[in-house]
């Protein structure tokens, strides 16, 4: 793997003791207008500039911005590192454990997401507010490894007094921001800081090794999932004599036929709802079918578009998941917990928060977090017809559920509360009904 030089912050050779006193005296003599006894690195004479522009004071810097709990996790949830957190791991905790360090791995704000590595220097971190939840960019808290980094887009080392705060002076942080492969946008930082005591030039090298690493494998998990939707979508595409376009939840293009493909389509935020039109840029009106982790686009003005249907098969030996639109169906498989899951949103099509959902599975509403992980998951697969805030179907969608003649066969092993209310008092309502609109 190749990457160009980089501006590491100690000079080759350097006694790193007698370097951290030097800095301290570039800080001093840059805070009070003295003639200093050397120039700070560029880098970090342009992050110095950034900061007290906007006002950070370096004596008493404030306590940086830390997101509530439920933030965290959704913010986790969202981001796009989640997927190779594992690697990064596998990259970088057991070296900073053994070097007495800790790895931080952030979002493009610069909060800083997961945490891990040295106890000593996580308790060390928990006095300066380096913690999960914390906001380490350069308006939070001045010149840092993180901030810095996210600033100019490129690997940063930050070493003692090069950190704008003087109670940072003890740490030494590397970091190295994380873009997306696909179109290059910054998502994200890898860092690793411990004790100016612990700096080593080759730390810099390290994350920008273990980010270069997490792009290449973020590029290789899109191509999967291209070429997974892309199989899936292959028997619809060939019964089609009209121009479409399949795309993956983001608009990037698996697959086309009867027309030249686009590389990405710009989806709108906000759905029109599951099978029914929208304007797109380049194409203009369109309509849109769910598939299971992506959308066929359908260029071209349409007459009545025809509805998507939602069949929850109970009454098969495993439970599907069959979806039908205007260009054919697919089915999958879900998990007991999506099972129940699904079950309760095609019940109840006005809606369930998370909170009312770990009350019906758990009997409990502090089980939040993990109804939102799973919905999560099943939105990944019926992202087009799984809407949120509350969590419903789309309300354009017929769900049909189809369950066994007698109470006692729905859903028999699962323990949800909710479910055994179903199988107690309401399964021959539901059984083999169609739900509508709510």
């Not at 009350?359 to 017809?385: M, N």
């Not at 799984?386 to 003649?405: A, K, L, M, T």
Request: hydrophobic share 40%; with cysteine.
């Amino acid at each position: 793997m190749s990457f160009p030089s980089l501006d590491t912050a100690l000079p080759a050779g350097v006694d790193v003791r007698e370097h951290a006193r030097l800095l301290r005296r570039v800080h001093d003599a840059a805070l009070s207008g003295r003639p200093a006894p050397a120039p700070p690195r560029p880098v970090v004479r342009d992050s110095w500039a950034r900061v007290r522009r906007l006002g950070i004071d370096p004596d008493s810097g404030p306590p940086p911005r830390t997101a509530r709990p439920e933030e965290l996790h959704r913010d986790r949830t969202a981001s796009p590192i989640a997927e190779v957190l594992p690697l990064i791991r596998r990259s970088l905790v057991p070296v900073a454990e053994q070097a007495d360090h800790i790895m931080l791995v952030t979002d493009a704000a610069g909060q800083i997401l997961w945490r891990e590595g040295s106890y000593r220097v996580r308790s060390v971190g928990d006095r300066l507010g380096l913690i999960e939840g914390a906001y380490w960019n350069e308006a939070s808290t001045g010149t840092n490894a993180i901030g810095t980094a996210l600033a100019v887009g490129r690997p940063v080392q930050i070493y003692s007094a090069e950190h704008y705060v003087r109670n940072l002076h003890t740490l030494t942080c590397a970091c190295a921001p994380v873009h997306d492969p696909r179109d290059g946008h910054l998502i994200g930082a890898v860092d690793v800081t411990g004790p100016v005591s612990t700096v080593h030039p080759s730390t810099l090298a390290l994350v920008h090794t273990a980010a270069r690493l997490a792009e290449a494998h973020l590029q290789s998990m899109h191509h999967t999932h291209l070429e997974r939707l892309r199989s899936v979508a292959a028997p619809m595409l060939a019964g089609l004599n009209e121009p479409a376009l399949v795309v993956d939840e983001s608009g990037w293009t698996a697959a086309a036929v009867h027309m030249e493909p686009v590389r990405r389509v710009l989806l709108p935020r906000h759905r029109n709802g599951a099978g029914t039109t929208t304007w797109l840029p380049a194409l203009g009106e369109c309509s849109l079918e769910p598939l299971p982790g992506g959308w066929l686009v359908r260029p071209g003005p349409r007459g009545e578009s025809t509805p998507v249907s939602v069949t929850l098969d109970l009454a098969a030996p495993e439970p599907t998941v069959a979806v039908a639109g205007h260009s054919g169906e697919w089915a999958y498989r879900p998990s007991p917990r999506h099972t129940e899951l699904l079950l309760l949103l095609a019940v109840h099509r006005h809606g369930r928060t998370a909170r009312q959902l770990s009350q019906d599975l758990f009997d409990s509403p502090e089980h939040v977090v993990t109804v939102r992980a799973e919905l999560s998951r099943v939105r990944r697969r019926l992202g087009g017809i799984i809407e949120s805030r509350p969590y419903r179907f789309d309300s354009e969608v017929r769900v049909r559920v189809h369950v066994p003649g007698g109470p006692e066969g729905l859903l028999p092993s699962s323990t949800a509360p909710a479910v055994r209310q179903l199988r107690q008092t309401d399964a021959e309502r539901i059984t083999g009904m169609t739900i509508g609109h709510p």
